[in-house]
């Protein structure tokens, strides 16, 4: 069974249609890569599958479970942005904390919780400062603390590393590497960055105007593309 099943997915914001039946299904464990340009949906699905847009047409399954009418809090799922929204006037520990609590976790689960993500992440040191405290590479770490906390069944990343300089962004890029190959769990990130993609992936999923164009292992997406854009986009050999 698949952990995520996007199944005949359109969505439309008035009169446009941004996603045009989507359709993909992930095992458990897989980590998506979804790239496409910019403007494609890519962000559009991301909230679909999160629970934070309605969708016009189609399903999302999660464990087999439809979910398409269940609210974000009820999907199990985590999601970090490229804005790392954390709450400025809570500590580290209060923000990786904050949204145990709101689903009334226990104290001493909460602690636990804290310290393992604070260990995986190296990010012991930073636990009682607030984010003004921080660096960008900092910050986006405890934003990534704050969903690993959570153990859900899958995570979103929508372009988790875009606003970091480019050596940080190759560390993080590691990081969550090891992390995937540590925990095992069930990633959707969508990037702009075709190395980010073939390193990451063990699947590509290509969109353009809200299609999924190609959906297949880094090899076949970057050796065999099914046309030129996806060519072009990949940097295929031609
Ligand atoms: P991507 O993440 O691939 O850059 P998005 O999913 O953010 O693309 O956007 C896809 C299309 O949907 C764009 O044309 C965008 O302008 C439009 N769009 C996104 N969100 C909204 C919204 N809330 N209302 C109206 N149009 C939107
Ligand atoms: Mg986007």
Same mark, same amino acid.
């Given at each position: 069974?698949?952990?995520?099943?996007?199944?005949?997915?359109?969505k439309d914001? +008035?009169?446009?249609?941004v996603?045009?039946?989507?359709?993909?299904?992930?095992?458990?464990?897989?980590? @998506?890569?979804l790239?496409?340009?910019?403007?494609? +949906? /890519?962000?559009?699905l991301?909230n679909?599958?999160? +629970?934070?847009?309605?969708?016009?047409s +189609?399903?999302?399954?999660?464990?087999?479970?439809?979910?398409?009418?269940?609210p974000?809090?009820?999907r199990?799922i985590a999601m970090?942005f490229q804005?790392?929204?954390?709450?400025?006037? &809570?500590?580290?520990?209060?923000?990786?904390?904050?949204?145990?609590?709101m689903r /009334?976790?226990? =104290?001493p689960e909460r602690?636990?919780?804290?310290?393992?993500?604070?260990?995986?992440l190296q990010i012991? #040191?930073? @636990?009682?400062r607030?984010?003004?405290?921080?660096?960008?590479?900092?910050?986006?770490?405890?934003? &990534?603390?704050?969903?690993?906390?959570?153990? #859900?069944k899958?995570y979103l990343?929508?372009?988790?590393l875009s606003? @970091?300089?480019? =050596?940080?962004?190759?560390d993080? $890029?590691?990081?969550? =590497?090891?992390l995937?190959?540590?925990?095992?769990?069930?990633?959707v990130?969508?990037?702009?960055?075709?190395?980010?993609?073939m390193? @990451?992936?063990?699947?590509?999923?290509?969109? $353009?105007?809200?299609?999924?164009l190609?959906?297949?292992?880094?090899?076949?997406?970057?050796?065999?593309?099914?046309?030129?854009?996806?060519?072009g986009? &990949?940097g295929s050999?031609?």
């Amino acid at each position: 069974m698949a952990a995520l099943e996007i199944h005949n997915v359109s969505k439309d914001f +008035g009169s446009e249609r941004v996603l045009k039946d989507v359709s993909i299904s992930i095992d458990s464990g897989e980590f @998506l890569i979804l790239v496409g340009p910019s403007g494609c +949906g /890519k962000s559009t699905l991301m909230n679909a599958i999160a +629970g934070l847009e309605p969708v016009t047409s +189609g399903n999302i399954y999660i464990d087999g479970e439809d979910v398409t009418w269940r609210p974000p809090a009820d999907r199990d799922i985590a999601m970090v942005f490229q804005s790392y929204a954390l709450y400025p006037s &809570m500590t580290v520990r209060q923000n990786i904390s904050f949204g145990l609590e709101m689903r /009334k976790v226990p =104290k001493p689960e909460r602690e636990a919780a804290v310290e393992r993500v604070a260990d995986l992440l190296q990010i012991t #040191p930073l @636990l009682e400062r607030k984010p003004s405290q921080l660096s960008g590479g900092q910050r986006q770490r405890v934003a &990534m603390g704050r969903a690993l906390a959570r153990e #859900p069944k899958v995570y979103l990343f929508d372009e988790p590393l875009s606003n @970091l300089d480019a =050596k940080l962004r190759v560390d993080m $890029r590691t990081e969550i =590497k090891k992390l995937h190959q540590r925990l095992g769990t069930t990633i959707v990130y969508v990037t702009h960055d075709q190395v980010e993609a073939m390193t @990451l992936a063990d699947c590509i999923a290509v969109m $353009r105007d809200g299609h999924i164009l190609q959906l297949g292992s880094p090899d076949e997406v970057y050796n065999n593309p099914v046309d030129m854009f996806v060519a072009g986009f &990949m940097g295929s050999p031609s």
